[in-house]
């Protein structure tokens, strides 16, 4: 009788051995995931899950500056139309990682012209 409780004892042991090997590998494996995903996140494969959601989206509006110049006796504008304004506004707002909205442009004489985006 003897034996058999070495036997039941060394059997307990080995159970015990390959719980804590699964356990620790259960964890490397956890630890890893982890590691993958904020990986992913840092080079912007995947949107941060965790970032502050704004129930409210507020607006932004500014201004877009028409670099003009007087050249040979005519005004020369960087903004000459609508388009223009419309793909600037557009180009600054998903810099800022937000929505174009709208654009407004102002054509003027002799002046530089005027150019205000509204982002979300």
Known sequence: MPKKRKKSKKRSQKKIKKRTIKAIIAIL????MVISLS????????KNPLKEI???A???NFEIK?????IVGRLIHSINDENTCELMCK???STLEMKFQSSEFMKKE???NKCSCNCK
Request: with cysteine.
């Open 39 to 46: 990986l992913l996140i840092e080079f912007r494969v995947i």
């Open 58 to 60: 507020e607006s932004k």
């Open 29 to 32: 494996v956890l630890i890893l």
């Open 66 to 70: 028409d670099n003009c110049a007087v």
């Open 91 to 93: 180009t600054t707002c």
């Open 110 to 112: 002799e002046d530089c």
């Open 54 to 56: 704004k129930l409210r």
